[in-house]
């Protein structure tokens, strides 16, 4: 029969510190990224153009 299982990595033995890469990365990993700020930062200033235009001169 096939063992299914998750196994988990062992953890590091207690007299190694941690490194980086051994913790999970999450939500603001993602958002540290230089093109992703840029792309996010550029649709912003279209939706706040685009909602000042409809404000101030429709």
Do not use: K
Not at 32 to 39: A, E
Request: net charge negative.
């Amino acid at each position: 029969m096939l063992d299914t299982t998750q196994q988990s990595d062992p953890a590091p033995p207690q007299d190694e510190p941690r490194t980086p890469r051994d913790e999970p990365r999450g939500c603001l990993f993602a958002l540290s990224q230089p093109p992703l700020m840029i792309f996010l930062a550029v649709i912003g200033c279209l939706l706040l153009m685009a909602s000042l235009h409809d404000l101030l001169l429709l």
